[in-house]
């Protein structure tokens, strides 16, 4: 259990660590504009992969079924559908 004590060192430790944090970014030359550029490109490709993802795999979801069940293209297609549904909705809550 921690202690009166651990509390009042807490906000010394996250000083500390932001200083640690500032100190390395600095050492490695990541300029303010370098840093959003990183972050919007890191953005970019987490919403490519959001959207891409549920569209992939309902894909193979329906074409496996509609090998299995003998129902080509049913299936393919209403999990295609859903795939693309479910790959928009998530950009939607990225963005939200």
């Known amino acids: 259990m921690m202690s009166h004590n651990d509390n009042e060192n807490a906000p010394d430790e996250h000083d500390a660590l932001d200083g ?4 390395l970014k600095t050492k ?3 300029t303010e504009e370098q840093q959003k550029k990183a ?3 890191n953005d970019g490709v987490k919403a490519g992969v959001e ?6 795999v309902c894909f ?10 003998d129902k080509s293209p049913l299936f ?3 999990f295609f ?12 809550k990225l963005t939200k």
Request: no cysteine; proline share 2%.
């Open 20 to 23: 640690r944090i500032h100190a």
């Open 28 to 30: 490695h030359g990541l």
């Open 39 to 41: 972050k919007s490109t």
């Open 51 to 56: 959207l891409l993802t549920p569209i992939v």
């Open 60 to 69: 193979f979801i329906g074409m496996g079924l509609d090998n299995w069940l």
């Open 76 to 78: 393919l297609m209403i």
């Open 81 to 92: 559908v859903l795939g693309v549904v479910t790959g928009f909705w998530n950009i939607y």
